[in-house]
């Protein structure tokens, strides 16, 4: 394998990590506020069943 293929390897490498990065990215993002939604629908819940106790 010459030098320009192992070159044009690591290129494709390194473009496909900065992609799973990008994807990864957004992926927390979004759960981020998925979490956020979800914490603020419960806390009105947990203070009405706390209200029992």
Do not use: H, V
């Amino acid at each position: 394998m010459g030098q320009s293929q192992l070159l044009r390897k690591r290129s494709i490498r390194t473009e496909d990590k900065e992609k799973l990065r990008e994807r990864l990215k957004r992926g927390y993002c979004q759960m981020a506020d998925l979490n956020l939604k979800l914490a603020q629908e419960g806390l009105p819940a947990d203070r009405e069943a706390y209200q029992y106790f």
